[in-house]
C-alpha cells in the first residue's frame, strides 16, 4: 500500500516563500507520478502542480505558474514543492497525490491520481 506524508506546512507573511514535502513509502517511487493540489476554505480542491515519474515533465495551474516549482528525488523518495512569492489567496490545505502513469507524462486531472496525503496547511498572511 502506497503511503504519503506531507510536511512543510505553516503560516508566512505575503511575499514570503515554504517548501513542501512528501514521503513516499510502500510502493517504487520511479513508478510513480506525483502532484500538488490544494483546497482553500469553502473552495473545491484544485490542481497545483505535477511531475512526471522521470522528473523530466512539469505542469502547473496558471496562477502559480512563475512562483512555484516542483521537483522530485527518486533516490529519497520524496517530491518537493518549493513555494515563492506566496499570496494570500494561496492559503489552504496543500495535499501531495500519486498517479501510476507513462515515464515522461505529468498529470493534471484529479482523477488520476490515486493516493493522496493527508495534507498540510499553508497560510498566508498579508
Known amino acids: 500500500q502506497v503511503q504519503l506524508a506531507e510536511s512543510g506546512g505553516g503560516a508566512v507573511q505575503s511575499g514570503g516563500s515554504l517548501t513542501l514535502s512528501c514521503t513516499v513509502s510502500?510502493?517504487?517511487?520511479?513508478?510513480?507520478?506525483m502532484g500538488w493540489f490544494r483546497q482553500a476554505p469553502g473552495k473545491e480542491r484544485e490542481f497545483v502542480a505535477s511531475i512526471s515519474r522521470s522528473g523530466g515533465s512539469t505542469r502547473y495551474e496558471e496562477s502559480v505558474g512563475g512562483r512555484f516549482t516542483i521537483s522530485r528525488d527518486n533516490v529519497k523518495n520524496t517530491a518537493t514543492l518549493q513555494m515563492n512569492s506566496l499570496r494570500p489567496d494561496d492559503t489552504a490545505v496543500y495535499y501531495c497525490?500519486?498517479?501510476?502513469?507513462?515515464?515522461?507524462?505529468?498529470?493534471?486531472?484529479?482523477?488520476?491520481?490515486?493516493?493522496w496525503g493527508q495534507g498540510t496547511q499553508v497560510l498566508v498572511s498579508s
Open positions: 510502500g510502493g517504487t517511487f520511479s513508478d510513480i507520478a
Open positions: 497525490a500519486a498517479a501510476y502513469g507513462l515515464y515522461e507524462q505529468a498529470y493534471r486531472l484529479e482523477s488520476r491520481f490515486i493516493y
